[in-house]
C-alpha cells in the first residue's frame, strides 16, 4: 500500500519559517505531478502547492503565493513544502499526496502559527 509520511511541523511564531518533508513508500513520486494539501479545524482539506513531474513546473494557492515554495527530490523519493513569513491561517495539519487520483493519505504533520 502506497505510503506517504510527512514531517516538520511544529509551533512558530507569526513571520517565521518552516520546511515539510513528505517520504514516499511503495510509490514512485518521479512520474506524478505531487502536490501538498492542508486541512484547518473544522474545515475541508485543501490544495495548497502543486509541482509537476516533467518540468518542476510549481503552482500555488493564491492564500500561499509568493510565500511557499513546493520542491521534489526524485532520487529520495521526498517532497519538500519550504514555507515563509507564516501567518495564524496557515495553522492546519499538512498532507502530501498525487495531484491527481490521490491515494491513501498519510498522517500528516500539524503546524501551528501562534504568538
Known amino acids: 500500500q502506497v505510503q506517504f509520511v510527512e514531517s516538520g511541523g511544529g509551533l512558530v511564531q507569526p513571520g517565521g519559517s518552516l520546511t515539510l518533508s513528505c517520504a514516499a513508500s511503495?510509490?514512485?513520486?518521479?512520474?506524478?505531478?505531487m502536490s501538498w494539501y492542508r486541512q484547518a479545524p473544522g474545515k475541508e482539506r485543501d490544495l495548497v502547492a502543486t509541482i509537476t513531474s516533467t518540468r518542476n513546473t510549481s503552482t500555488y494557492a493564491d492564500s500561499v503565493k509568493g510565500r511557499f515554495t513546493i520542491s521534489r527530490d526524485n532520487a529520495k523519493n521526498t517532497v519538500y513544502l519550504q514555507m515563509n513569513s507564516l501567518k495564524p491561517e496557515d495553522t492546519a495539519v499538512y498532507y502530501c499526496n498525487k495531484r491527481f487520483s490521490v491515494t491513501s493519505w498519510g498522517r500528516g504533520t500539524q503546524v501551528t502559527v501562534s504568538s
Open positions: 511503495r510509490f514512485t513520486i518521479s512520474t506524478y505531478a
